[in-house]
């Protein structure tokens, strides 16, 4: 990864609602995206190839989902890496996704970057490990494997040529009132500074959301299951409204069909306007959880002792 991904040409943008050919401002394309999950180049070059025709056949992106609010946990300079576990433990999860330029037949968005940042098993978020995550959960500081509080399960990736980001991650875990589920924001036109990403507009600010049965399943296993208490189905969000893939629900393959705590893999394809800004407002709520509620970046570094 080089030091400078700026594109003059390109801004952060907020996304745009896309069904057949019409663009309509404010949405995500939130597709399962169908591609073998190789690392090696030759297999990423033939899944954007693969994404672009697809997109020139239908003359048009997928459908989109609508802009949802940051919620309660956002924190600015999360690094740029693959890697966010921080050795937290989970059920291993790789995310892959795709920007693409929904105003110019969904052609890959070179240079955006994508920011993503959750939960961990228990329901606590970097930052903000004295927050209650509802239920009976252990205190955060139980799973002593976090390497620093204030970063874990938060990052960047900055796409290349084919509009592809990778995540190694965990599943996340849950928190009253809200389901499982995955922070996004698409930016442009910035550059990577000092391990960070630094400039350029928001394009989009979002949550992507997993199926129950699957998340029901892996919240049976450790460590998941520590935390107890009711948990809020899909049809329950205060966010996800309902419409499947156009809303954020990931398309998700299980490493291993008879095992799930192999891990998963998760695809979305997200396509953005070039010219438009998002503010992160939204619509839907951000799913505060009881108790000492935050309202804003966290006063300093959660306290080791913190407890649910």
């Known amino acids: 990864m080089t030091g400078n991904h700026k594109d003059k040409s390109i801004t952060r943008r907020r996304a745009l609602a896309v069904t057949g050919g019409t663009v309509a401002a404010g949405g995500l394309a939130a597709a399962g995206y169908q591609a073998a999950f190789a690392d ?34 956002y924190l600015d300079g999360a690094l740029v890496r693959k890697d966010i576990t921080e050795g937290k433990s989970g059920v291993p999860l790789t995310l892959r996704l795709t920007v693409v330029d929904a105003t110019d037949g969904c052609t890959p968005v070179k ?28 205190a955060e500081s139980e799973d002593g494997s976090t390497a620093d509080d204030d970063t874990y399960l938060r990052g960047y990736q900055i796409a290349g040529a084919n509009g592809v980001v990778k995540f190694e991650t965990i599943f996340p875990g849950w928190y009253t009132p809200r389901t ?42 450790e460590p998941y299951s520590k935390h107890s208490g009711s948990y809020t189905t899909l049809d329950d969000d205060m966010v996800y409204d309902g419409g499947g893939a156009s809303s954020g629900l990931l398309t998700l393959e299980a ?19 070039p010219d438009a800004e998002n503010t992160g407002a939204g619509s839907g709520g951000g799913g505060t959880p009881p108790g000492d509620a935050p309202s804003g ?10 407890s649910s």
Do not use: R
Not at 49 to 62: D, F, L, P
Not at 116 to 137: E, K, L, Q
Not at 192 to 206: H, I, L, Q, R
Not at 257 to 273: E, Q, R
């Open 255 to 273: 490493v291993h069909k008879k095992d799930p705590s192999k891990g998963y893999k998760g695809f979305l394809t997200v396509a953005v306007d």
């Open 180 to 221: 499982c589920h995955i922070h996004l924001k698409v930016h442009t036109g910035g550059q990577k500074e000092d391990g960070t990403y630094e400039g350029g507009k928001v394009n989009y600010t979002g949550q992507l959301f997993f199926d129950d049965t699957i998340a029901e399943e892996i919240f049976t296993l």
């Open 40 to 73: 090696t180049a030759t297999a990423i070059a033939e899944e954007a190839t693969t994404a672009s025709a697809s997109a020139s056949q239908s003359s048009g992106c997928m459908t989109l989902m609508s802009s949802v609010t940051e919620g309660p946990y």
């Open 297 to 306: 970046a966290p006063g300093g570094t959660p306290s080791a002792s913190a």
């Open 111 to 138: 240079g955006a970057a994508v920011e993503i940042w959750h939960c961990d098993a228990w329901g606590y978020y970097s930052g903000y490990t004295t927050a209650n995550p509802g239920g009976s959960a252990p």
